[in-house]
C-alpha cells in the first residue's frame, strides 16, 4: 500500500467546526484536492450556508458521499456522535481500496468498532481517531489518539499534513475509550457547573459559592470555568448530549453505573434546546440569560 501525499486527495465526511479548522490549520501543508459532503446540504434552509463554507475554505463540495469520496485517500469523518454508523454506511459503497477512513468522531468503542467491520468490508482501511481537547486553536496542531490495526498509515499520513497524532493502541476502541471515559469528567463538569451556579444565581449566592469554592480549590479560576463552560453548554450543547450518550453507552459496556453520564446528557441537551445567545465571557450575564430561558 502507497504511502499518503500531499498529492493524494482528501475528503471529509462532515464539514463543520472541526473540518474547516484543519482546512484552515494546515496552510502550506494543505492536499492539492480536497472535497466535502455534509448532509446540512439537503436541507433547504441550510445549504446555501454550507455552499458559502465550501466557497469559504475553497472546498469541492458535494452532493453526496459518492462524489466527496471519489478518488479519496484519505477521509475524514467528522459528523455528531449519532451519525457516525449511519455516515460509515452511507459511505461503503463508494470507498476506495486501501482508502484510510478516521472516524473523527466521539463514538463508543463498541460504535466504532461496527463502523469499522462496514468500512473494512467495503475495502477501506478503518481508524478510530480521537480528538482530545477543542479544535480552536489549535486548529490541525490539536492533540489527537489513533488506534486500530492501520494506526502506523494513519499516523504517517497526519503527519505529512503537519498534524500531531499519537499512537492509542492497534485495536479499534482504545482511542475512543480514553476519550469517553475523559468526557465523563470534563462534559460532567460543565453540566454540574452550570447546575450550581444557575442555582446559586437564582437564590443570590453565585458570589459566596464562588468565593468557597475558590478557598477549596484555588487551583481552579471558577469564574472563568464556569462562564466557559456555559457557553460549550449553550452553543455546542446538543453535540456534546450526543458524545455523552455514547459516554453512557461505553461505561454501561464496562459493567459500571452510568447515572452520571446519562444526567450529564440531559442536561448538555437541555441548556442547549434553550436556543440561548451566551453572549460575552461573563459569568453573571451568561447565567442571568439562561435563567430567563428555563
Same mark, same amino acid.
Given at each position: 500500500?502507497?504511502?499518503?501525499?500531499?498529492?493524494?486527495?482528501?475528503?471529509?465526511?462532515?464539514?463543520?467546526?472541526?473540518?474547516?479548522?484543519?482546512?484552515?490549520?494546515?496552510?502550506?501543508?494543505?492536499?492539492?484536492?480536497?472535497?466535502?459532503?455534509?448532509?446540512?446540504?439537503?436541507?433547504?434552509?441550510?445549504?446555501?450556508?454550507?455552499?458559502?463554507?465550501?466557497?469559504?475554505?475553497?472546498? =469541492?463540495? #458535494?452532493?453526496?458521499? $459518492? @462524489? +466527496? /469520496?471519489?478518488?479519496?485517500?484519505?477521509?475524514?469523518?467528522?459528523? !455528531?456522535?449519532? %451519525?457516525?454508523?449511519?455516515?460509515?454506511?452511507? =459511505?461503503? #459503497?463508494?470507498?476506495? $481500496? @486501501? +482508502? /484510510?477512513?478516521?472516524?473523527?468522531?466521539?463514538?463508543?468503542?463498541? !460504535?466504532?468498532? %461496527?463502523?469499522?467491520?462496514?468500512?473494512?468490508? =467495503?475495502?477501506?482501511?478503518?481508524?478510530?481517531? +480521537?480528538?482530545?481537547?477543542?479544535?480552536?486553536?489549535?486548529?490541525?496542531?490539536?492533540?489527537?489518539?489513533?488506534?486500530?490495526?492501520?494506526?502506523?498509515?494513519?499516523?504517517?499520513?497526519?503527519?505529512?499534513?503537519?498534524?500531531?497524532?499519537?499512537?492509542?493502541?492497534?485495536?479499534?476502541?482504545?482511542?475512543?475509550?480514553?476519550?469517553?471515559?475523559?468526557?465523563?469528567?470534563?462534559?460532567?463538569?460543565?453540566?454540574?457547573?452550570?447546575?450550581?451556579?444557575?442555582?446559586?444565581?437564582?437564590?443570590?449566592?453565585?458570589?459566596?459559592?464562588?468565593?468557597?469554592?475558590?478557598?477549596?480549590?484555588?487551583?481552579?479560576?471558577?469564574?472563568?470555568?464556569?462562564?466557559?463552560?456555559?457557553?460549550?453548554?449553550?452553543?455546542?450543547?446538543?453535540?456534546?448530549?450526543?458524545?455523552?450518550?455514547?459516554?453512557?453507552?461505553?461505561?454501561?459496556?464496562?459493567?459500571?453505573?452510568?447515572?452520571?453520564?446519562?444526567?450529564?446528557?440531559?442536561?448538555?441537551?437541555?441548556?442547549?434546546?434553550?436556543?440561548?445567545?451566551?453572549?460575552?465571557?461573563?459569568?453573571?450575564?451568561?447565567?442571568?440569560?439562561?435563567?430567563?430561558?428555563?
Amino acid at each position: 500500500m502507497s504511502e499518503f501525499t500531499l498529492s493524494d486527495p482528501v475528503a471529509f465526511i462532515g464539514f463543520g467546526e472541526a473540518a474547516g479548522a484543519f482546512v484552515t490549520g494546515w496552510a502550506a501543508a494543505r492536499p492539492a484536492t480536497l472535497s466535502a459532503f455534509d448532509v446540512k446540504t439537503h436541507q433547504p434552509a441550510q445549504r446555501p450556508a454550507m455552499q458559502a463554507r465550501y466557497d469559504r475554505h475553497d472546498i =469541492a463540495g #458535494a452532493d453526496g458521499p $459518492a @462524489g +466527496a /469520496l471519489h478518488g479519496a485517500a484519505l477521509v475524514f469523518s467528522l459528523v !455528531t456522535a449519532d %451519525q457516525a454508523l449511519d455516515a460509515a454506511a452511507d =459511505a461503503a #459503497a463508494h470507498i476506495g $481500496a @486501501g +482508502a /484510510l477512513w478516521l472516524d473523527c468522531n466521539s463514538c463508543a468503542p463498541d !460504535t466504532k468498532i %461496527q463502523a469499522a467491520q462496514i468500512i473494512e468490508a =467495503a475495502g477501506g482501511r478503518y481508524v478510530d481517531v +480521537a480528538i482530545m481537547a477543542p479544535v480552536h486553536p489549535k486548529r490541525h496542531l490539536v492533540p489527537m489518539l489513533v488506534s486500530g490495526p492501520h494506526a502506523d498509515s494513519a499516523i504517517r499520513a497526519l503527519q505529512a499534513l503537519s498534524m500531531r497524532p499519537q499512537l492509542a493502541g492497534d485495536r479499534v476502541g482504545q482511542a475512543s475509550s480514553i476519550k469517553m471515559l475523559r468526557s465523563v469528567m470534563i462534559k460532567g463538569m460543565e453540566a454540574l457547573s452550570a447546575e450550581c451556579f444557575l442555582a446559586a444565581r437564582r437564590a443570590g449566592v453565585e458570589e459566596q459559592v464562588l468565593a468557597s469554592l475558590e478557598g477549596s480549590d484555588p487551583d481552579i479560576n471558577w469564574r472563568a470555568r464556569a462562564s466557559y463552560n456555559l457557553e460549550r453548554m449553550a452553543v455546542h450543547g446538543g453535540r456534546r448530549a450526543s458524545e455523552m450518550r455514547e459516554v453512557a453507552a461505553t461505561v454501561s459496556a464496562l459493567g459500571v453505573p452510568n447515572a452520571m453520564s446519562a444526567a450529564s446528557a440531559h442536561w448538555q441537551d437541555s441548556v442547549a434546546g434553550l436556543g440561548v445567545d451566551p453572549g460575552p465571557d461573563d459569568l453573571a450575564l451568561r447565567l442571568d440569560r439562561i435563567l430567563a430561558a428555563l
